[in-house]
C-alpha cells in the first residue's frame, strides 16, 4: 500500500547572522556573535518570554526557529498536538565544555546548576513544549550529519499513526559559535512534497 503523501507546510533556516522564512530573508544583522544575534532576534519577533535569557545558545537557537514556525499555529494556550523530531551532531557539547570548564578549574570551582540543566541536547525539546503548550511525541536524535532520510521517515510514520496532526522537524547544530537550523512543519496538506529530495534542497539554500 502507498504512503500517503505529507508536505511541508513552512521552513526556516538561521545561520551566519541571517534568518530566512520559506525561502525569504526575513532578518539579517552585521556579523556578530550568537548572544548579540539572538538577543536582536528575540526584539525582532517581539517575544516577551524572560526565561529566553537563561537558555543555553543551543537552545536558543532551536526556540528562536520553533518561534518563527509555530506562533501563527493557533492559541498558544490550548492543547496542540504537533510533535517535535529534532537532531544535530555535536549534543548539547558546546555547554558541556562550559560546565566542565566550571569544575575543572578549582580556584574557581562553580558547578551552575543553571549550566547543568542543559548538558542534554532534547532541553530545547522542553523549552519549546513549555512555551507552546505541546504535550505531544517529542525526540532529539544525534547523527554525524543531516538525515533528511531518517527525518523523512519518522515523521511521516507519526503522522500515519495519528501519533501527531503536524510534527515540527529539526536540525539544530551549534558549537564554538558556529551554528546552523533548519526547520519544517510536516503536515498532511500544503504544497510543497515532504520527500528527501526536497529536503536536501531546502537545507542546502
Not at 13 to 42: A, R
Not at 122 to 147: A, M, P, R, T, W
Not at 150 to 159: A, D, V
Not at 163 to 186: I, M, Q, R, S, T
Amino acid at each position: 500500500m502507498a504512503a500517503n503523501k505529507t508536505y511541508i507546510q513552512s521552513f526556516c533556516t538561521i545561520q551566519n547572522n541571517q534568518i530566512s522564512l520559506n525561502g525569504e530573508v526575513v532578518f539579517s544583522t552585521e556579523p556578530t556573535v550568537f548572544s548579540d544575534f539572538s538577543k536582536k532576534t528575540y526584539q525582532y519577533l517581539e517575544m516577551n518570554y524572560p526565561k529566553f535569557f537563561k537558555m543555553d545558545n543551543l537552545s536558543k537557537l532551536a526556540f528562536l526557529g520553533a518561534e518563527l514556525l509555530l506562533k501563527t499555529e493557533g492559541d498558544s494556550s490550548t492543547e496542540n498536538n504537533t510533535a517535535l523530531v529534532f537532531a544535530n551532531k555535536s549534543s548539547s557539547l558546546d555547554t558541556d565544555v562550559k560546565y566542565q570548564n566550571s569544575i575543572s578549574d578549582l580556584e574557581n570551582y562553580y558547578p551552575s546548576p543553571a549550566v547543568f540543566v542543559y548538558t542534554l541536547p532534547n532541553i530545547c525539546l522542553g523549552e519549546i513544549s513549555i512555551k507552546h503548550q505541546l504535550k505531544s511525541e517529542n525526540s532529539f536524535f544525534i547523527f554525524v550529519d543531516y538525515n533528511p532520510e531518517f527525518m523523512e521517515k519518522y515523521s511521516n510514520i507519526l503522522l500515519e499513526t495519528k501519533k501527531a496532526d503536524k510534527v515540527l522537524c529539526g536540525w539544530v547544530e551549534y558549537y564554538n559559535e558556529d551554528y546552523k537550523a533548519f526547520l519544517y512543519l510536516v503536515d498532511k496538506e500544503g504544497e510543497i512534497e515532504h520527500n528527501q529530495e526536497i529536503l536536501k534542497k531546502l537545507y542546502n539554500q
